[in-house]
């Protein structure tokens, strides 16, 4: 992995972790002063499901030396129900 895509991958990483720790942090006010009366868990709990999410994010983002993008990974998963779908058509008619 060369020095750019590791720099890309960190950065993916600290975006994904400000946007899922705000998210958590949000969604965590939300619930405590709309469902529970102002006390401090649901933060607590929001942000920690936030950050846990990220964390696991980055793990595997970090991990992998390949990446495979959606599209290729869609048209794959297209061609093989094609291909599968048209096998199981002809065995059958014979």
Known sequence: MSEK???QKW??????S???LG???GL???FSVV???RRTWPIAFGTGLGLGMAYSNCQN???SHYVLHSKVAKVCVLIIDIIYYHVLSWSDVT
């Open 5 to 7: 895509e590791l720099g």
């Open 35 to 37: 469902f529970f009366k």
């Open 11 to 16: 950065d993916r990483c600290l975006a994904d």
């Open 23 to 25: 998210t958590g942090l």
């Open 61 to 63: 983002d970090l991990r």
């Open 28 to 30: 965590g006010i939300v």
């Open 18 to 20: 400000a946007i899922k």
